[in-house]
């Protein structure tokens, strides 16, 4: 079906790239670094029919390789190639745009959306439809950051009031702290179901104290994500049958190639998703991949905004059964491009991503 079925084909003819920067709430640690703000791209994508698509990308330069700059210079670099192409033809330019000696995954996400988003509001249906299933509620976790473990207890106790019922907590840079510092959550939230991402941050010596420590403690944890680096893959399936909590990696897949070699491996119990990783299109070829292969999915994001989230709530509703969720980027902003009270509900609606165009 094409955009505006049952007429003429439309051609994307204005393309806008914007650099946009969000001051986030209070600084938030991890194992990789600090961030105190989420530095966006934004492309708005209009076509000869009038309809207009939105999408962003939120490239951390320690996990994608480049920064806001570069991303803003590659989406620019890009856009004659947008100029006058079917919207519709969603896959042919995600080859062709990555063929392009400019790409990086930043432009070429923000791409993709802009142009899924343009292509739903054309047919005025939600993103989640155009991808395979009805937009429906989904819910997040919040995430704890590597801080001391009363900031720690208070965070969660925080969330816990806020109606959420999952914390992430952040580790990985130093394992007696990281124990105090899952310990004082458990503490603070003692119903609520806990991950633990450690950003490549620990040994598998230090994974195998970690978890016995858990299990004295009687502290029981979903899942753990990507505890050793990206690269020992090895290491990481000699890991999963040294202890009982299963394994995520996050770091360790950007590309459906990565997904092949993770699973080859034998290095995974689950895939992290992240559109900002892979693009929308890599992202749905990694969920084809894992399901075949009979590894479940979990549904991550950057400090990002309601753009960026609801487009992935929407992968999350079209796509289904994902194992767990951790879209709490653009609560950690100060102020978002949308009034959303804080909580783990995540309501996708349509048409496209469901952000209005004039707060985005």
Same mark, same amino acid.
């Given at each position: 079906?094409?955009?505006?079925?049952?007429?003429?084909?439309?051609?994307?003819?204005?393309?806008?790239?914007?650099?946009?920067?969000?001051?986030?709430?209070?600084?938030?640690?991890? @194992? !990789?670094?600090?961030?105190?703000?989420?530095?966006?791209?934004?492309?708005?994508?209009?076509? !000869?029919?009038?309809?207009?698509?939105?999408?962003?990308?939120?490239?951390?330069?320690?996990?994608?390789?480049?920064?806001?700059?570069?991303?803003?210079?590659?989406?620019? *670099?890009?856009?004659?190639?947008?100029?006058?192409?079917?919207?519709?033809?969603?896959?042919?330019?995600?080859?062709?745009?990555?063929?392009?000696?400019?790409?990086?995954?930043?432009?070429?996400?923000?791409?993709?959306?802009?142009?899924?988003?343009?292509?739903?509001?054309?047919?005025?249906?939600?993103?989640?439809?155009?991808?395979?299933?009805?937009?429906?509620?989904?819910?997040?976790?919040?995430?704890?950051?590597?801080?001391?473990?009363?900031?720690?207890?208070? *965070?969660?106790?925080?969330?816990?009031?806020?109606?959420?019922?999952?914390?992430?907590?952040?580790?990985?840079?130093?394992?007696?702290?990281?124990?105090?510092?899952?310990?004082?959550?458990?503490?603070?939230?003692?119903?609520?179901?806990?991950?633990?991402?450690?950003?490549?941050?620990?040994?598998? &010596?230090?994974?195998?104290?970690?978890?016995?420590?858990?299990?004295?403690?009687?502290?029981?944890?979903?899942?753990?994500?990507?505890?050793?680096?990206?690269?020992?893959? @090895?290491?990481?399936?000699?890991?999963?049958?040294?202890? &009982?909590?299963?394994?995520?990696?996050?770091?360790?897949?950007?590309?459906?190639?990565?997904?092949?070699?993770?699973?080859? @491996?034998?290095?995974?119990?689950?895939?992290?998703?992240?559109?900002?990783?892979?693009?929308?299109?890599?992202?749905?070829?990694?969920?084809?991949?894992? *399901?075949?292969?009979?590894?479940?999915?979990?549904?991550? $994001?950057?400090?990002?905004?309601?753009?960026?989230?609801?487009? !992935?709530?929407?992968?999350?509703?079209?796509?289904?059964?994902?194992?767990?969720?951790?879209?709490?980027?653009?609560?950690?902003?100060?102020?978002?491009?949308?009034?959303?009270?804080?909580?783990?509900?995540? $309501?996708?609606?349509?048409?496209?991503?469901?952000?209005?165009?004039?707060?985005?």
């Amino acid at each position: 079906m094409r955009c505006g079925a049952g007429g003429p084909v439309t051609r994307i003819d204005a393309v806008g790239v914007e650099a946009v920067t969000y001051p986030l709430a209070a600084a938030f640690p991890i @194992a !990789s670094g600090t961030q105190e703000s989420a530095a966006v791209l934004r492309v708005i994508l209009r076509d !000869s029919a009038g309809h207009v698509g939105v999408g962003e990308a939120a490239p951390v330069p320690h996990i994608v390789g480049h920064d806001q700059r570069a991303a803003r210079e590659a989406a620019l *670099r890009l856009a004659p190639l947008l100029e006058g192409a079917d919207p519709t033809a969603i896959r042919p330019l995600h080859r062709q745009l990555w063929n392009d000696p400019a790409a990086n995954v930043s432009a070429i996400h923000a791409i993709e959306m802009a142009l899924i988003d343009l292509c739903c509001r054309a047919l005025s249906v939600p993103m989640a439809t155009y991808l395979g299933g009805p937009p429906r509620e989904v819910r997040t976790d919040m995430t704890v950051p590597m801080v001391e473990p009363q900031a720690a207890a208070a *965070r969660a106790a925080s969330a816990v009031a806020a109606g959420f019922t999952q914390l992430k907590v952040k580790t990985g840079g130093g394992l007696t702290d990281d124990i105090a510092r899952v310990r004082a959550v458990a503490d603070a939230a003692p119903a609520a179901e806990l991950t633990i991402d450690a950003n490549q941050g620990w040994t598998t &010596d230090e994974v195998v104290a970690f978890a016995d420590a858990m299990g004295d403690a009687a502290i029981a944890i979903k899942l753990l994500e990507q505890p050793l680096p990206a690269g020992a893959l @090895a290491e990481l399936a000699q890991l999963r049958a040294a202890i &009982d909590l299963p394994v995520a990696v996050d770091e360790a897949v950007f590309t459906p190639a990565d997904a092949h070699a993770v699973i080859a @491996a034998d290095a995974a119990d689950i895939i992290v998703l992240k559109l900002a990783k892979a693009g929308v299109i890599g992202a749905l070829d990694i969920a084809a991949i894992a *399901r075949g292969a009979g590894v479940e999915l979990m549904m991550g $994001c950057m400090v990002e905004s309601a753009v960026g989230i609801h487009a !992935s709530a929407h992968v999350v509703a079209g796509l289904g059964e994902f194992m767990h969720v951790d879209l709490d980027g653009n609560q950690l902003l100060a102020d978002d491009v949308v009034d959303a009270a804080h909580g783990p509900t995540i $309501c996708p609606v349509g048409p496209g991503h469901g952000i209005p165009l004039d707060a985005a």
